[in-house]
């Protein structure tokens, strides 16, 4: 990874007023982010809940939905335990605070290549993912010498990074990759820090939005029904409630299967505190029906995944995939 270097553009490219709305708009919701997991317990769960870590982002819609399914249907209570980045959530997954999480699937994997006892028992969503440039890169041979920001190695974001510059017959080699948090994105290429990202969304959708970017490709464009977050519960979890972790991934692929473009807004503006305008963008590139993980598909992932350098020893589908309830 390398650093940011500055680039100098010209100031009066937008007018101060709309800046100083949009630096505003995104200062908000990154306070709003900066105190999400303060003030969690790290308690267990009693023995009618089940806590579920999540980031705010559109990827998580299905555990959202889950939620309130499960109340207005079960006796069982999913507690949505709400985080501000991947290494806060993982080690609250990581160290049993949490019975599972709605996480970027490489990033589970890693945890469990290190001895982490954790399954993934469901997708989050398929696509879903954007790859966004300033408005000078045309085309994928363009991205040769940027700075493209991630938020993790261990992401989708990264593989899909890499495949698009297979398109243009660069590799990763070519750009410079840093990682950002995904709130910091769409003020950072509007300032002109970087030159492109990719991200959880809806922050793709928010630098569209802002004008400050735009898309160069879809997921799907680059990897055809991409993974990216999955559904993960501990060993301790499904070891000592086998019946609540059925249920609960149960309910999760209903929930997912029942979402439409309204429940989705629905439940994306109840969460996830972001504009209509936004969410509209984002939520067309996704979609959330038909979670299970496939072995072809996951094979697919552990192939992306050696070849990118993301890991030479991925878990077997038998290790890190449960299926069977
Ligand atoms: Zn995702």
């Not at 490709?217 to 519960?233: G, I, K, P, Q, R």
Request: hydrophobic fraction near 35%; proline fraction near 4%.
């Amino acid at each position: 990874m390398t650093q940011i270097a500055k680039k100098a553009k010209a100031p009066n490219r937008n007018n101060a007023k709309r800046n100083l709305s949009i630096l505003i708009s995104i200062l908000v919701f990154m306070i709003a982010q900066t105190g999400c997991a303060s003030g969690q317990s790290g308690t267990t769960a009693d023995a009618d809940t089940v806590k579920i870590a999540y980031l705010p982002i559109t990827h998580a819609l299905p555990v959202l939905e889950e939620a309130k399914q499960l109340q207005e249907q079960s006796g069982l209570q999913v507690e949505l335990v709400k985080y501000g980045s991947w290494p806060e959530l993982m080690d609250a997954l990581n160290t049993n605070r949490v019975d599972g999480a709605s996480v970027l699937i490489e990033l589970a994997m890693k945890s469990k290549e290190e001895g982490i006892g954790i399954k993934a028992v469901a997708l989050g969503h398929h696509d879903g993912n954007v790859l966004i440039t300033s408005q000078d890169i045309a085309a994928a041979e363009d991205l040769r010498g940027k700075t493209i920001a991630i938020p993790h190695r261990q992401s989708s974001h990264y593989i899909l990074l890499n495949e698009a510059l297979n398109k243009g017959g660069l590799t990763i080699e070519d750009v410079h990759v840093t990682e950002l948090a995904p709130t910091e994105m769409p003020a950072s290429l509007m300032s002109g820090q970087i030159d492109g990202y990719c991200v959880a969304e809806p922050f793709g959708a928010m630098g569209v939005s802002i004008g400050a970017g735009k898309v160069l490709y879809t997921s799907d464009e680059l990897w055809e029904d991409s993974f990216c977050c999955a559904l993960v519960l501990t060993d301790q979890f499904l070891e000592n409630r086998p019946e609540d972790a059925k249920t609960v991934t149960e309910y999760y692929k209903t929930a997912g299967d029942s979402l439409s473009p309204e429940s989705e807004m629905e439940i994306a503006q109840q969460y996830l505190g972001q504009s209509e305008e936004v969410l509209k963008e984002s939520l067309q590139w996704i979609s959330y029906h038909d979670l299970d993980i496939t072995r072809e598909d996951y094979e697919t992932l552990t192939e992306k995944v050696r070849e990118y350098g993301l890991s030479d020893n991925p878990p077997s589908y038998e290790d890190f995939v449960k299926n069977d309830f």
